[in-house]
Every structure is written in structure tokens, then in C-alpha cells.
């Protein structure tokens, strides 16, 4: 008598490695997988790992390859165990990740993520390994299912790729060049979010500023994006401001800009939409002008702090962080007083810093002038410490101002210890708050004041004056009851800045433009 056919659903776990975008294509690797019958593995051993991987780090290969040679004994002891790698790594070596790690199932690119579930299950029936890669975008991401991690906050994403040419960054080769979606289908997904109770979005792109630019020629784009800008405003502008008639929408956040594509009528647009946050990220990335050339970067620090004036100008309350590379090819202590001077100046609430690593495929990587390592780590301390001296002065600034927070959930870790919960001011500055007498969830809001600063965090431990309950912590809710048919993943979430599974943001991905 033949033994009994195993029927449980196939378990899956996702890794994720990079920025926002990698982030977010999770989300849409996991409704891929549970559309196709797949569910998340939880504690238990998954039937299939997935790779998302980031390409822009020296030794990003060589934690992936670490990472599947401590997998190997794993699948010999799991019959049926399938291995697939992903993302940008994928889409730079291609083959060679199988010859370098026979025992992977799937590769496939940053062009083609849908094709997942089908690659899988002809590796398992052709009991060999499936590579595709594509050159290009073959279906807009966001047509495809998607299992979001957070009820209450979302990426959008608004394009895919990037036209720059920054010699530091490798994504416009793994990313392609930079493709619009039209607004009537972003603006049908954000109001479809909103019916399903999420209160705040994220718009997303590698150059979220140049949206508009992937459609070529204004004459030849689309009714709906001429009919945005008819007025003189660009389609970004144009976006926001739409974002603002959603009703039910409380919350727009976007990352991550670029200084020369930063125009007036888009600080303004932020300035007159209630709902887009007094919040901003702006990449410096340097602050010497010999530096920004060496980087093709097409502002100058003049232009630069100028805008981050007219944005205090427009909006006083603005929160503005940026990312500053330390150390690239050249860069002498001249030029790093002067990224010290435009931190000096800028007074951002706080950075993301990098020590410029080489990048394999990318212009920087042959320039003369690498610098040592010894050189490059005291500079990179000089920074930080100035720019944690300069947050804390600027989070101090916060003392005694009542704020609604958006509550949110694992943003603190030592909530649990400390009594408090945590979650979002409307700048996205992180708040811990003394829980009030009325239950709250995730996706609450709370009205705290301001009683402690650190240079990371806010505390507010008085009780709190007033607890808005909300379709968002119903959503959360009714999905941790499992009454919505969902099941969560942990891959971060969009009002936090960085996700919880991944690893630091890196120069070149999305939140540095």
C-alpha cells in the first residue's frame, strides 16, 4: 500500500537585503507565492527560500554566497527544498550564481519577478536549475498580488529604474532606465489602500522627483499626465497634490528625490497638500562641488542648500534628512570640511553616512585616489559625531510640542521593558509614549507631548490627551485576528525609514537618488 501524498501547502521564507525598492519587491515576491498556493513558513523550516538580493555593497556577494553555503546542508537534510536568488545581484552575475552555488534552484532578475512561481515549479518538475534574466521591465511591478507587511502604511511605487548617471551607483544598469506609471493607476491603487484601511503611503522610485520623465516628450504622454501639468506644474507636483484629494488618506511620504530635479512648484505642492508630511529625504551624498562633479552629480552645494532653504522657507516644521558618502576616490580634507560645512548649515534631524566602498561594475571603482581605509574611518567619525550632536540639539528643539503620533508596531526595542509604545510624528520622527488608559492599536493615533529628547528618539511620558481610534487599527486588528484571510511578512515597514529584515539602505538604491 502506497503512502499517503503529502497535501500541506508548500512553506516559503523571503530574505531581503537593499533598500526600499528590495523591500517592496518583497512584498511582492510573497502575494506572488501565496497566490500560488504557497504560505509563510513561520518558525518552521521553509520549502523555499528566496534571496532578494542588493548589489551596490563591496561584499554583497560574498555574504550571499555565505549565506547559501550555510543553506546547502540544510536542503541535502530537506528533500524537495528549493533555493531561488533574486534582485539586483541576480541581475548582474546571472549565471554565475549557479556556478558558484550548484545547489540553487532559480535565478531570476530585477525585470522579471513575476516569473517566480512558474520558475519554481519547472525546476522541480525538470529537476534542474531555471535562470531568467531580462533586459528589460517586462510587467510593472505593481500589477502584480501583493502581500503587504503593514494594514496601515504602504509603498507605492510610482516608477521603476533611474536616467542618472552617478559614477558611485550601479542600479540604472540593473534597474534600467526610469518607466512612469500612469497617475490614474497609482491614484486607483492608493484609494484601493485606503479601502482596505491604510492610513499613510509611501511613493517610491529610485528618482521619485523625475516622475514624469519616463514617458518622453510631453506631447506624447499620456491624456491624464498632460491634463496634471496644463498648469506649468510638473507631474510630481502634480501627483501630490492629487494624493491630497484622496479622501480618507491622512499621510504622503515620498523617497527619495533628487536635488536637480527639485523644483519650486514641488515645495509648494508639499507645503499647500494637509496630508503630504513636513517631512523630506535630499541625498547630499558631498558637500565639496570638486567631489559632486567626480560623482556626476548635477547640482552644487550653493544650489543644494538653497533648496533646503526655501523648503524651511515653505514649510518651518519640516523634518529633512539626506545621505552623505564618506571618503570617495579624491576626496581631499578640504572637500570633507566642506560636506562638515553643509551639515553644519543644513542642520538635517539626521543621516544616513557611508564609507565609500568600491562597487564593482561602476565608474568610481577605477577612479585614482581610493583612499585608506584608516583615512576614510576618521573622517566618517568626525561626521557622525557632528551630525548626532546636531540631531539631538534639533530633537531638543521638540521638548513640550503636542504631537499626533501614528502608532505603530515593533518600532521600539525597549518598549516592553520601558511600558511605552512607539510610533510616528507627522515629520517621522520615531516617539516613544507612555501607554494611555485607553486601549490602543497599531494604526491609532495618539496625541502625546513631547517630555524627553535623544538624538535617534522622542519621549512623551505624560498620559496622553487624546486617542483617535481608526479603519487602520481596525484593519490591523481584524488581520492579527485573522479574520481578513491575510497573513502578515516581516519585511519592514514604509513609515519607518528602514526595514526591519534589511540591511542598511546603501548609496545608489532607492533612498539615495
Not at 384 to 396: C, P, R
Not at 404 to 424: M, N, P
Request: aromatic share 6%; hydrophobic share 40%; charged share 25%.
Amino acid at each position: 500500500m502506497s503512502a499517503p501524498m503529502n497535501t500541506a501547502p508548500r512553506t516559503y521564507e523571503i530574505r531581503t537585503y537593499g533598500c526600499q525598492m528590495n523591500v517592496h519587491d518583497s512584498e511582492r515576491l510573497s502575494g506572488l507565492l501565496e497566490a500560488a498556493g504557497y504560505v509563510r513558513a513561520g518558525d518552521a523550516e521553509p520549502d523555499v527560500v528566496v534571496f532578494n538580493t542588493c548589489a551596490v555593497r563591496e561584499n554583497a556577494d560574498n555574504r550571499l554566497y555565505g549565506n547559501l553555503g550555510h543553506l546547502r546542508p540544510v536542503k541535502d537534510g530537506h528533500p524537495g527544498m528549493q533555493i531561488a536568488v533574486g534582485g539586483c545581484l541576480a541581475q548582474k552575475d546571472r549565471d554565475t550564481i549557479v556556478q558558484r552555488a550548484p545547489w540553487v534552484d532559480v535565478v531570476f532578475g530585477t525585470h522579471n519577478i513575476g516569473s517566480l512561481p512558474a520558475l519554481l515549479e519547472r525546476a522541480r518538475v525538470q529537476s534542474e536549475a531555471q535562470v531568467e534574466i531580462e533586459e528589460s521591465l517586462v510587467t510593472f511591478p505593481s500589477t502584480l498580488p501583493t502581500r503587504r507587511e503593514s494594514p496601515y502604511a504602504a509603498w507605492v511605487s510610482i516608477s521603476v529604474g533611474c536616467n542618472n548617471t552617478c559614477t558611485f551607483c550601479i542600479v540604472p544598469s540593473l534597474r534600467g532606465k526610469e518607466r512612469d506609471r500612469r497617475p490614474g493607476e497609482i491614484l486607483a491603487e492608493i484609494e484601493a489602500l485606503v479601502g482596505e484601511g491604510v492610513l499613510e503611503v509611501t511613493l517610491l522610485g529610485q528618482n521619485v522627483n523625475a516622475y514624469g520623465s519616463g514617458f518622453g516628450a510631453l506631447a506624447a504622454a499620456p491624456d491624464e499626465v498632460r491634463a496634471m501639468t496644463a498648469g506649468g506644474e510638473s507631474a510630481f507636483a502634480g501627483l501630490l497634490r492629487a494624493c491630497g484629494d484622496v479622501e480618507g488618506l491622512e499621510r504622503v511620504r515620498f523617497t527619495s528625490p533628487h536635488p536637480k530635479d527639485f523644483t519650486d512648484d514641488v515645495i509648494a505642492a508639499m507645503a499647500e497638500t494637509p496630508n503630504v508630511m513636513p517631512s523630506l529625504h535630499m541625498p547630499l551624498q558631498a558637500g565639496s562641488d570638486a567631489v559632486l562633479r567626480a560623482m556626476r552629480r548635477s547640482y552644487r552645494q550653493e544650489r543644494y542648500l538653497g533648496i533646503i532653504d526655501d523648503v524651511r522657507a515653505a514649510i518651518p516644521d519640516a523634518a529633512i534628512t539626506t545621505d552623505i558618502i564618506v571618503g570617495f576616490p579624491g576626496e581631499t580634507e578640504a572637500d570633507f570640511e566642506e560636506t562638515l560645512h553643509v551639515v553644519r548649515e543644513a542642520r538635517f534631524s539626521s543621516a544616513f553616512t557611508f564609507q565609500y566602498s568600491k562597487r564593482p561594475g561602476t565608474p568610481a571603482a577605477a577612479m585614482d585616489g581610493q583612499l585608506p581605509k584608516e583615512v576614510v574611518q576618521e573622517r566618517y567619525e568626525r561626521l557622525v559625531a557632528l551630525q548626532e550632536e546636531i540631531s539631538w540639539e534639533e530633537n531638543k528643539k521638540q521638548l513640550g510640542r503636542t504631537m499626533e503620533v501614528l502608532v505603530a508596531e515593533g518600532e521600539g526595542r525597549k518598549d516592553q521593558a520601558t511600558r511605552r509604545l512607539s510610533g510616528r510624528a507627522p515629520d517621522n520622527r520615531l516617539v516613544h509614549f507612555a501607554v494611555p488608559e485607553e486601549p490602543v492599536r497599531p494604526g491609532d493615533m495618539v496625541t502625546v507631548e513631547v517630555t524627553y529628547a535623544a538624538p535617534h528618539h522622542l519621549v512623551a511620558d505624560k498620559p496622553a490627551p487624546a486617542v483617535r481610534r481608526t479603519r487602520a487599527g481596525d484593519a490591523w486588528e481584524a488581520r492579527r485576528a485573522g479574520t481578513d484571510g491575510r497573513q502578515g511578512v516581516s519585511l519592514g515597514m514604509p513609515s519607518i525609514g528602514r526595514p526591519a529584515q534589511a540591511d542598511t539602505p546603501a548609496p545608489g538604491c532607492a533612498t539615495v537618488s
